[in-house]
């Protein structure tokens, strides 16, 4: 077990191993590191995405699971690169991007050259994943309803909004979707 920076995707693999972990052993965390014969911190860590787990540490945790050889095999193809800042922005895990976004109360981005892809338009992803040769042909338009759909979440309705009649306030709609927003300031709709 190694120490590094956690990344989306560790933590939501960490996790996914404590779960794993409360519906097959039925112990807490420091029941199952004693079972295991490890430090409680050291199951903290690998569960909370802290920590890398070794081969043999994943192979551990399969077995006192009752998990076979397959299920770690697909686990650990998964957990291999979970630690990798990069890797865990590519669409592979657009899973876990998605659900950062949907569990973020802010989100702050800059690029110089590209606007962020949950204000992107359909026409600007298209080609900008056509240009980039990220996807073949097929896969274009695939690629532009995923970044769509990952758009809901700025589309829903907080309990802090408040209606905006103007239904062209781009500050509204980036805050809470069309048509609802919190004081977004915008001087040209009466009543945000």
Known sequence: MSATTSTALSRDLGDELRLLRETTSKM???????HLGWDPSKVSNIEHGK?????????????????????????RSRYHNAFDPYFAQVSDNLRTIAMTEALATKITAYDILTPHGLIQTENYARALIDETGLAATAGIEWGVQLRMERQTVLRVLRRSCSTCTNSRCSSCWAMCGPGRTSTCGCSSAPTC
């Open 28 to 34: 807490t965390g420091r029941q199952f590191a004693v």
């Open 51 to 75: 920590a890398r787990a070794s081969d043999v540490d994943l192979a551990q945790i399969m077995t006192a699971c009752g998990k076979d050889l397959e299920y770690l095999q697909e686990f």
